[in-house]
């Protein structure tokens, strides 16, 4: 259309060009322009491009369309790809932390494997480089954005303050899409300041209307206009020409005919310029619809059936009529043409029958597939088409663009190719592939979708070792849909159609198959194989590796230590770490070691997430945060067990990775609770449907433990022993009886202690003694002895509570040691004053360095009680950094600069300087130099 002014718009621009200026002094922000169709988002966004020339901000441009949803990195690529083939090799944009994208330009396969965290890393570290100078990074029409991207800007907003860069979108309401919440997350993050362009004043109508017919309008006629177009700037200026068209006097005699015409103003502005121009240009008009933005020449007239000629001056007599916008980059056949809105386009192909644009479309991919276009650009064209008699060249075409798909990082984009692909027809053997190929790209997209690919691939085949495949494969996918039933059928089905000589697939399927009895329902009976499959002849494989985790775990879950060599040896050297995934049995592994006190649990858990940061995907990364927010809750690392535990449970609950949210809720919940946080900790239990009356289905035990915890905390004793109670019968039902794992006898034992009930909690607590004395890790066992000692009392309770400290002072539970020392120190004020005052002073110093809140309150509030005069607390020292300080410190001592640092641990170069502020604080030194005195206590961590 005619590019008409702006009106009403100077307070949105005001404000842009404040952000703008604002850049090089408060860092980055984002502004989403949103509103209805033809409000004048576009305008805006425009205007705003203008203005950051004008103050020589670096601008990237991008906008999305319909056509173009399902492009991999389509909006990213709009984004960077020009101006990386401008930019000189001594610009060095790809170079570093970026080189990880370098995949989503070239499509080939990059040495992290293409993995998701990477990817995401690799393009901030790209955007961060472009942004060496103020940058304005615009994205029109977000609605249509490739999910791809969307995941790319989601990971860009919460790190916007560190760069110069101001984002500014414009989606259109009402619109749906690629994905809903993902899209959600990005309008509601902290960063982001919404501008809705309002409709047009009476008075800024009539302006317009005045402007764009060109002469005087009465004003009872521009009211009838704004009224019939709800002041929407695009509609007011479609019925402006409109009311040319027809010859229309603009005096109010006249407004009674305006009403009828403002909501199809746009459609009555279009439908008369199309029917009076020649047929090779409604041609080339329509061929333009089909092909979307940017449509090249050469495709254009081969669409429409004409020639290049003829179609260049049909483009221009189209461009005169405000239809169209014209680029030309360099040669005269390399002009690309883009209607000037997109409801422009959606006018011009709403005039083409269902039919026509199924042919249309069926033509511009053959047109597009001769020329040499992107793979793509060609498969967006399919999937608006149906199967027909192409089969065999549509199968192979979108099995292609799939796979590039999948090397650029967007398995969304591969599945859509290859679920089209699925509709033509073929051979058993082909659609057997296909099908089970499908059905490896749903996992990490549509898990729904999964299962029955590969319940119809079973139709197509009769052979053994297939069989046993794709059951294999079906029963992770009942798995990840939290069919547990079904997954242990399946799995089995597998094992049963297995042949023989597959010992390592054996091995896997038997470990997948125990991980069954923690998390499905009535499965403890599989425990019943254990002999025999402790009888197995030792088989280093991943298989042999995975079952040793599994029954080692399985032993662990009884508190039997026999078997956790087995653990040991499976992941001593990291290679299950690299080559399970995030699998159910490397978890239980995990799980074992942690319950054990045995520090390679964590060891393992770092190179986890350092792996799945570079090569894994959100399917590993999401168990390693999880279990590693655990084994930070269980040292006293509270800050970072949160942050790891909120990782983990967005990740749960996007439904893109096969573990139940309740395990990293209930991490969270207990380290809100630590923290004193208790509302925030019940609003997490309440959002996981683990308040009463319990109807959370799947393995809620940890979630029950956390919710008798804070139900102890917030003074519901009785409340809180019957949650305990629950739990109990809940671990019990999965299989489980190590209190090194399950809280629920100490939260019982404490509730009863509370109500008074002396006995029954004395009696519980040597029970929980002697079985945490038997399993032997210190954490457990000085926890209990610990309990104990406070619900004894006297002599008998001061003498637990000492072998507690002695005990805790073997492992690294640092908050356990904490509370230990408390209680002791409060059992021994009214006679060991001096004594008291160091144990209390301590606990005050171990809670402060765990961020332990309320148990530093009471630490303080005890001191007084007793007549001393609390210190300030002095988390001082390299035991009181945090993991991420001491990551952040040893990269330090090598030399590398915060920029390096923060590429190398995912992070950003602010988050680098706020943990080497805290660490020159915590250490009582002023500069890197100084760090090194330190590197030897701080590489064993001493």
């Not at 919460?158 to 989606?171: C, D, N, S, T």
């Not at 192979?396 to 692909?421: F, W």
């Not at 069919?483 to 697939?505: F, K, S, T």
């Not at 879950?557 to 026999?562: E, P, R």
Request: glycine fraction near 8%.
């Amino acid at each position: 259309m005619d590019i008409f002014p702006v009106f009403e718009r100077a307070a949105d621009l005001g404000h842009m060009k404040d952000f703008l200026a604002d850049l090089p002094e408060s860092g980055g922000r984002a502004v989403i322009v949103e509103g209805e169709a033809g409000i004048g988002k576009t305008r805006l966004i425009e205007k705003t491009q203008e203005l950051a020339t004008g103050l020589g901000v670096v601008v990237l441009s991008a906008s999305g369309s319909d056509l173009e949803r399902k492009f991999p990195f389509g909006i990213v690529r709009q984004l960077f790809e020009l101006p990386l083939l401008r930019a000189s090799d001594e610009d060095g944009l790809l170079i570093g932390a970026a080189s990880a994208a370098s995949h989503v330009f070239t499509g080939e396969s990059g040495p992290t494997g293409n993995s998701e965290a990477a990817t995401l890393h690799g393009l901030f570290w790209l955007t961060a480089n472009f942004c060496s100078r103020p940058t304005l990074m615009v994205i029109d029409d977000l609605h249509c954005c490739d999910v791809a991207s969307l995941r790319y800007l989601a990971y860009l907003l919460p790190r916007l303050k560190e760069l110069p860069l101001l984002v500014v979108a414009g989606f259109r309401t009402g619109e749906q899409p690629e994905d809903g919440p993902l899209f959600s997350r990005i309008l509601t993050d902290p960063s982001v300041v919404e501008i809705s362009p309002a409709p047009l004043s009476e008075q800024a109508s009539h302006d317009l209307l005045r402007s764009a017919i060109g002469s005087d309008v009465d004003p009872e006629f521009a009211a009838a206009c704004r009224a019939a177009t709800a002041g929407n700037p695009l509609l007011l200026h479609a019925l402006a020409r409109t009311v040319l068209l027809q010859d229309m006097t603009p005096e109010a005699a006249n407004s009674s005919r305006v009403a009828s015409l403002g909501p199809r103003a746009l459609s009555h502005w279009v439908a008369p310029r199309l029917a009076r121009v020649e047929d090779t240009t409604r041609r080339v008009a329509e061929a333009a619809s089909v092909l979307g933005p940017g449509a090249q020449l050469d495709a254009l007239a081969e669409l429409a059936e004409t020639d290049v000629l003829a179609a260049t001056e049909a483009t221009s007599d189209l461009a005169r009529l405000g239809l169209l916008k014209i680029e030309t980059a360099g040669e005269f056949t390399s002009r690309s043409v883009t209607f000037s809105h997109a409801l422009v386009q959606s006018a011009v192909y709403g005039t083409l029958t269902d039919r026509q644009r199924a042919a249309a479309h069926a033509r511009a991919a053959r047109v597009l597939s001769r020329l040499g276009a992107d793979g793509d650009r060609v498969a967006a064209h399919v999937l608006q088409t149906p199967a027909g008699d192409d089969g065999p060249e549509i199968v192979a075409l979108m099995r292609s663009a799939a796979a590039a798909a999948l090397l650029r990082g967007s398995p969304e984009t591969g599945y859509a190719y290859l679920r089209r692909a699925l509709k033509e027809k073929m051979h058993d053997e082909e659609r057997l592939s296909l099908l089970r190929e499908t059905a490896a790209v749903a996992v990490q997209v549509d898990l729904v979708e999964a299962a029955p690919l590969l319940e119809e691939a079973l139709t197509h085949t009769t052979d053994p070792a297939e069989l046993a495949d794709i059951n294999a494969r079906l029963g992770a996918a009942y798995g990840f849909l939290r069919a547990p039933d079904r997954a242990c059928d399946a799995l089995q089905e597998a094992l049963r159609h297995l042949p023989p000589e597959q010992e390592d697939e054996r091995r896997r399927l038997e470990a997948t198959l125990l991980v069954a009895v923690f998390v499905a329902p009535g499965r403890v009976s599989l425990r019943d194989r254990l002999p025999e499959l402790r009888s197995l002849p030792a088989y280093d494989s991943m298989g042999g590796r995975m079952l040793d985790c599994m029954i080692a775990s399985q032993a662990m879950a009884v508190g039997d230590t026999s078997e956790l060599h087995r653990v040991r040896e499976a992941l001593v050297d990291g290679r299950l770490v690299r080559e399970a995934n995030g699998e159910g049995p490397l978890v239980c592994g995990w799980i074992a070691l942690l319950a054990s006190d045995d520090p390679l649990g964590m060891t393992s858990l770092e190179q986890a997430v350092k792996h799945a940061q570079r090569q894994g995907s959100p399917r590993a990364i999401a168990p390693a945060y999880s279990f590693r927010s655990l084994a930070l809750l269980w040292s006293g690392q509270l800050s970072e067990a949160e942050t790891d535990a909120r990782t983990a449970l967005g990740l749960a609950e996007t439904g893109r990775v096969d573990m139940d949210p309740c395990f990293a809720g209930a991490y969270l919940a207990q380290t809100l609770v630590e923290q004193g946080r208790l509302a925030e900790a019940e609003a997490v239990l309440e959002e996981l449907s683990v308040l009463p009356p319990h109807d959370s289905p799947g393995p809620v035990y940890y979630l029950l433990d956390a919710h008798a915890r804070l139900l102890r905390e917030q003074g519901r004793f009785q409340a809180a022993a019957r949650t305990a109670r629950d739990a109990s019968k809940v671990w019990q039902f999965y299989g489980f009886d190590n209190p090194s794992l399950a809280g629920w006898r100490t939260e019982l034992t404490l509730a009863l202690h509370a109500l008074g009930r002396s006995e029954r909690a004395g009696a519980l607590a040597r029970e929980e003694v002697e079985a945490t004395r038997k399993w032997g890790a210190p954490r457990a066992y000085g926890r209990a002895l610990r309990v104990l000692g406070v619900v004894t009392g006297g002599q008998e309770g001061i003498a637990s509570l000492r072998e507690s400290a002695a005990v805790l002072a073997r492992g690294t539970a640092r908050l356990e040691s904490a509370r230990t020392a408390f209680a002791l120190g409060t059992a021994l004020v009214p006679d060991r004053r001096d004594e008291a005052q160091r144990h209390l002073l301590q606990a005050l110093d171990h809670a402060d360095v765990c961020g332990a809140a309320p148990l530093m309150a009471e630490c303080t509030t005890a001191l007084r009680a007793a007549g001393f005069r609390p210190r300030r607390t002095r988390a001082t020292g390299p035991d009181s950094l945090t993991p991420s300080e001491r990551r952040v410190a040893l990269l330090a001592i090598t030399g590398a600069t915060n920029r390096e640092v923060a590429q190398e641990l995912f992070v950003t170069p602010k988050t680098v300087e706020v943990h080497l502020s805290s660490i020159y604080r915590k250490l009582r030194i002023s500069s890197r130099e100084q760090l090194a005195d330190f590197a030897g206590r701080l590489a064993d961590g001493t």
